[in-house]
């Protein structure tokens, strides 16, 4: 955990990921730092080694606990018990706890099934937003409308209100919405002045586009598998290049596009190309462009390849 304690500041940031599998030594085991709780993940049951490595993290923190959940395959078919993460030892948490990153407030649990609230891999990407700084030389805009697709529990909406954008969170699920109005509470930010729409992002993007809305910013940042009644199966891999093209209309000259992915098996030269080509395919023009990778927390190694990948861009 020392080499994370740049990371983890006790009134801005006490959440970050501080074991990363075969990068830390641990392969298969991945262990967060969620504010007094430690969340392990693994495919397989806990060996007495890692319990006693979560006894050793438990032990620095008052009050601190550790819970485990299995990395499911089949996360789809299991239900919300199920797919909980299992208390381990120390505390037990609430049944909602909050932790900070970069200032701002959110909202987790372990009660709501497999995701907790937080992927804390794009801590650095929703800094960038609070800072309106992605890179020396490539500024956000100082106000505007955000548009923020497959929204989950809204972050990078919350990132962007404190930001000074007006923001726009779209999300499949109620439930997400209303843990994002939550998460904007949270902050002193009132929802209502914010939109949330429930619905397909598909969908939706036509719909606003019909509307002739325009955002100054739209972040893409999808599951790498989702189904819909209206859009039927989407697939990152397949599919990122026509969720580009569904959102060039609605975004403004000169506004930002921020698109992400975490397939693992998806090269970055191959999302990269895809991204580009469905930018030029709908007669618009890259003026600027930053990638980034993850974060220090999630190193890469031979053995622990790189997943996420993200590309900020400013379109003509």
């Known amino acids: ?7 983890l500041d006790g009134d801005l940031t006490n959440c970050c990921r501080v074991i990363h599998g075969a990068s830390d030594g641990w392969p298969g085991m991945y262990v967060d730092r969620l504010g007094d709780f430690f969340l392990s993940q693994s495919e397989f049951p806990l ?88 890179a020396p030389d ?65 969908d939706w993007m036509r719909r606003l586009a019909k509307k002739q809305r325009k955002f100054d910013a739209v972040i893409l940042d999808p599951p790498t598998f989702s189904k819909s009644k209206e859009r039927g199966v989407f697939r990152a891999e397949k599919d990122y290049g026509q969720l580009v093209t569904a959102a060039m209309p609605l975004l403004a000259g000169g506004g930002i596009l921020f698109a992400s992915s975490n397939a693992a098996r998806w090269e970055p030269e191959s999302f990269l190309h895809d991204v580009r080509g469905a930018i030029r395919a709908s007669g618009r023009r890259v003026v600027r462009e930053h990638f980034t990778a993850q974060p220090p927390d999630f190193p890469s190694s031979a053995d622990e390849p790189a997943y996420l990948k993200t590309v900020w861009l400013r379109v003509s």
Not at 64 to 80: D, E, I, P
Not at 98 to 114: D, I, K, M
């Open 1 to 7: 955990m020392n080499s994370r304690k740049n990371i």
């Open 47 to 134: 060996r007495p080694d890692e319990v006693e490595l979560l006894e050793q993290f438990v032990a620095e923190i008052p009050n601190g606990g550790a819970y485990h959940k299995f990395l499911n395959r089949q996360v789809r078919r299991a239900n919300v018990e199920e797919s909980c993460p299992q208390h381990i030892c120390g505390a037990v948490a609430p049944e909602r706890f909050t932790v900070r990153e970069n200032g701002a407030s959110y909202e987790l649990s372990f009660t709501e099934g497999y995701s907790v609230g937080l992927f804390l891999d794009q801590r650095e990407n929703r800094r960038r937003i609070l800072t309106k700084q992605v």
């Open 138 to 202: 490539f500024p956000l805009p100082a106000s505007g409308e955000l548009l923020n697709t497959f929204a989950y529990t809204c972050a990078f909406s919350v990132c962007a209100a404190k930001a000074g954008f007006r923001a726009t969170s779209l999300d499949l699920s109620k439930k997400y919405l209303d843990w994002g109005r939550r998460n904007f509470a949270l902050n002193q930010i009132d929802p209502a002045a914010h939109d949330f729409i429930y619905g397909d992002a598909f």
